[in-house]
């Protein structure tokens, strides 16, 4: 997979970052810290044939799924899903 672009963020003193990658059928989203994934949370979305992933990945709502990303962080919903 390629990848796209790495969002940094921090939350509670801890330093993350969003990796969007891809390839030619797939998108993946998800949240690492220190190269490792922090939960097991990843938005991957199926590309359609025939459509570009440049294209797809400029999308103003494709900031949606980075944003749930840093969400899930925030709101330990890993912590909550695995108890």
Do not use: C
């Not at 970052?17 to 190269?35: G, K, Q």
């Not at 570009?52 to 899930?72: G, H, Y």
């Amino acid at each position: 997979m390629k990848l796209f672009e790495k969002i940094p963020f921090t939350y509670e003193d801890k330093h993350y970052e969003v990796r969007v990658l891809y390839d030619d059928e797939i998108i993946n989203i998800a949240t690492f810290s220190n190269n490792y994934p922090v939960n097991g949370f990843r938005y991957q979305i199926k590309i359609p044939k025939k459509v570009a992933v440049e294209k797809l990945l400029n999308l103003e709502n494709f900031k949606n799924f980075i944003e749930m990303s840093k969400i899930d962080i925030i709101e330990h919903r890993w912590e909550k899903f695995s108890k």
